[in-house]
């Protein structure tokens, strides 16, 4: 073998230079590995000051995911270099959440540009689609983040790093629970580890106790599909299990109608679905015998779980509960709708502005401003949501938002059905698990807003990652 020449001026033979390939991939690999476990500990970070609502957390959060993701890009590029690659080629299949997403900040951009016309005989007048155009842009950047953080999470989870993501979830939702019962049971002042923590208002890290049941909601689910359909080991099954035992009690402690509704909802979801997966699974050329001893399995779960769910929330839940069930027939009194700000008085007037705003409605964000002009109860407070994130999306982006909506659904719920079809049994179940958990979220949001909340809004985005993350694998 002839040795490659040596360049004059330069200390570096030419023999030498493909040891610079391995050193770029080891780079490449260490940014990677460095990404993947810094994002884990930004999702658990967000969840520890009140969910970061705070508009300095929230900021915080969004620098360290473009932070992230400006190493991420580094990583590609150097990965692309290691191999002589000039980009990497994009799947439709993989991809297809992506351009109801551009839609919307293109949309939502639409709604802060600038128009001048003449208003009350004034020329010139400057204004926007938009009530409140800095919300707007926060919106935009909030999507955005949304987005990379996503896009990372798919490219970085392998298969011993989902594991690593689920536990992160499901550790974040078992001690913000352990950490709600405990302080349900000693707080007697304000201040509770946080400064801004009350006795009696919020639950756990939250300000909002709604809030803190969305977090369960969501990790609930993704627990359940797991352990229930035995996708994991014995060890870690009775982990699982024990957790979403701890958070379906937190869930009930805190009284939030809308989270034990919509976890009564999940337990039927979650049968439904484990017996028809069970179902496509059993062969046909089962004996008669077979077939009966499964629907007898799968009729013993369901009454399990459903019974189990009744049971533990008359028990659990007691007095209070049913004070908080009693007071339904108030809220939904008229006159005292116009009195006080309850949902029926909200809804109402955020149905009268959507009449108002139909087509681009007044701006992500905006809705605050644009609901002063319609809310009829005493004046005192005006809402700042519609406690109902559908109307919401409805009054913010009009007969527009809405279909972006739609269409973003509808991408998904395709991209779901071909996750599921995957023949690994875990990879499966974590699918059922995060289905679970977004199906329950979005039965809570008719009621409410949690995620507007960061640590929900990125929770529930790790699990839509998990399904891209199924089905990407399932493509390549």
């Known amino acids: 073998m002839v040795s490659n020449p040596t360049y004059e001026g330069d200390n570096i033979t030419r023999s030498h230079a493909p040891l610079k390939r391995p050193l770029i991939l080891i780079a490449a690999n260490t940014i990677e590995v460095s990404v993947f476990y810094s994002l884990l500990v930004v999702i658990a970070l967000v969840a520890i000051p009140y969910g970061a609502t705070e508009p300095w957390w929230k900021a915080l959060f969004q620098c360290l995911i473009f932070l992230l993701a400006a190493f991420a890009v580094v990583e590609r590029l150097l990965r692309n270099i290691s191999t002589n690659r000039v980009g990497t080629k994009l799947r439709s299949g993989s991809t297809s959440l992506i351009f109801p997403l551009l839609a919307l900040l293109g949309f939502a951009v639409v709604q802060i540009l600038p128009r001048k016309s003449s208003i009350a005989g004034v020329s010139n007048v400057q204004w926007t689609l938009s009530r409140d155009p800095l919300a707007t842009m926060n919106f935009i950047i909030q999507i955005c983040t949304l987005m990379l953080l996503s896009w990372m999470l798919v490219t970085y989870t392998s ?89 379906w009690v937190a869930v009930i402690r805190v009284n939030s109608r809308g989270g034990i509704l919509s976890l009564l909802c999940q337990a039927v979801l979650l049968t439904v679905l484990i017996v028809f997966g069970r179902r496509r699974e059993q062969p046909i050329e089962n004996p008669p015998s077979a077939r009966i001893r499964q629907l007898a399995k799968q009729v013993v779960l369901v009454l399990t779980l459903l019974i189990g769910s009744v049971v533990t929330i008359v028990f659990v839940g007691g007095d209070p509960l049913a004070g908080r069930i009693d007071n339904l027939s108030v809220e939904m009194d008229r006159k005292a709708a116009q009195t006080y700000t309850l949902r029926q008085n909200i809804w109402q007037s955020t149905w009268d502005l959507i009449k108002r705003h139909p087509i681009a409605g007044v701006g992500f964000g905006g809705y605050w401003i644009g609901i002063t002009q319609y809310h009829r109860a005493s004046g005192e407070t005006t809402p700042q949501q519609a406690h109902n994130d559908y109307l919401e999306l409805l009054a913010s982006g009009g007969v527009i938002g809405l279909g972006i909506g739609i269409w973003f659904v509808v991408a998904f719920a395709a991209h779901a059905r071909r996750a599921l079809k995957t023949p690994d049994h875990f990879e499966r179940a974590v699918v059922l698990g995060a289905i679970i958990g977004l199906l329950t979220v979005s039965i809570h949001s008719l009621v409410d807003f949690g995620l507007h909340v960061t640590v929900n809004a990125t929770v529930c985005t790790a699990l839509i990652s998990m399904v891209s993350i199924v089905e990407k694998r399932r493509i390549f």
């Not at 349900?184 to 400064?195: E, N, R, T, Y």
């Open 159 to 247: 298969d011993r790093r989902l594991y690593f993501l689920i536990d992160t979830i499901i550790a974040i939702a078992f001690l913000s629970a352990a950490f709600g019962l405990w302080r349900q049971a000693s707080q007697a002042q304000v201040g509770f580890i946080l400064p801004y923590l009350k006795p009696g208002f919020g639950y756990a890290q939250f300000i909002n106790s709604n809030h803190f049941a969305f977090l369960m909601e969501m990790a609930v689910g993704l627990t359940l599909g797991v352990a229930v359909t035995r996708a994991v080991g014995g060890w870690r099954t009775a982990i699982y299990l024990a957790a979403a035992l701890l958070m």
